[in-house]
């Protein structure tokens, strides 16, 4: 289990890391790193192994940073393995559009009672080339009171576009302590041109100093 440590200098896109008195440099909790880098032009930022509040599941988390030189799409295999080799679990997840130079957060969510003997986890990706970014149609803020964080999008063009997926690591002392996604939208996975909606985020998560937020948006 190990993990190649890269460059500081993070190029963070259109991701937004919200920092609340608190150093950027954190450590993650408990970790079991799963890999080195993946594939060609996908640098891993940070890894991050997530227990929900109520015990019922386990988010394993990529913090990553699109270098390839292009948009693309990417989707993501996540396995839970036990000490023999033996896949425990797998799920999936995708991105439909990913900017050059964005970061981004993809994730596994494992149910535990699936998780009896884990050693380790894995993950590989898919990708590929795509024209359907929409991040400069769309802007993202947050903000945070005692209780949540909310985050609103405005859809600044004429088109509908699909709905702005947000998701949040919750950081306590350097330490990930919480996880959260949304969709914010209109109807369905729309979201209307001209339109601002929001969304709440973190509600589950009672305790936290730090956050990283990352945002995907992508035409129809």
């Known amino acids: 289990m190990r993990k190649q440590f890269l460059s500081l200098a993070v190029t963070l896109g259109m991701s937004i890391a919200f920092l609340l008195n608190v150093n950027h440099c954190v450590t993650p909790s408990a970790v079991v790193y799963a890999a080195e880098e993946k594939a060609e032009g996908i640098r891993i930022d940070e890894e991050y192994l997530v227990p929900d509040i109520y015990g ?32 425990l679990s797998k799920v999936h997840d995708y991105l439909d559009a990913v900017r050059n130079g964005q970061q981004f957060i993809l994730y596994g969510q494992f149910i535990n009672e699936d998780l009896n003997g884990v050693a380790d986890y894995d993950y590989s990706f ?14 993202v803020d947050a903000s945070r009171n005692d209780r949540y964080l909310e985050v609103s999008a405005t859809n600044y063009s004429e088109s509908d576009i699909q709905g702005v997926g947000v998701r949040t690591v ?21 979201f ?22 990352t945002y995907a948006s992508a035409r129809n």
Do not use: H, P
Request: glycine share 10%; net charge negative.
């Open 56 to 87: 019922w599941c386990t988010y394993y988390i990529l913090v990553a940073t699109n270098e390839t030189g292009e948009d693309i799409a990417i989707s993501s295999d996540f396995v839970a393995i036990d000490g023999n080799g033996n896949v």
């Open 126 to 139: 898919d990708i590929r080339t795509t024209d359907k970014c929409s991040y400069s149609m769309i802007s």
């Open 170 to 190: 919750f950081m306590k002392n350097g330490r990930a302590v919480g996880f959260d996604a949304v969709n914010i939208a209109d109807y369905g996975y729309t």
């Open 192 to 213: 209307y041109g001209g339109s601002t909606n929001s969304q709440i985020l973190g509600y589950n998560t009672k305790d936290y100093d730090n956050y990283i937020l």
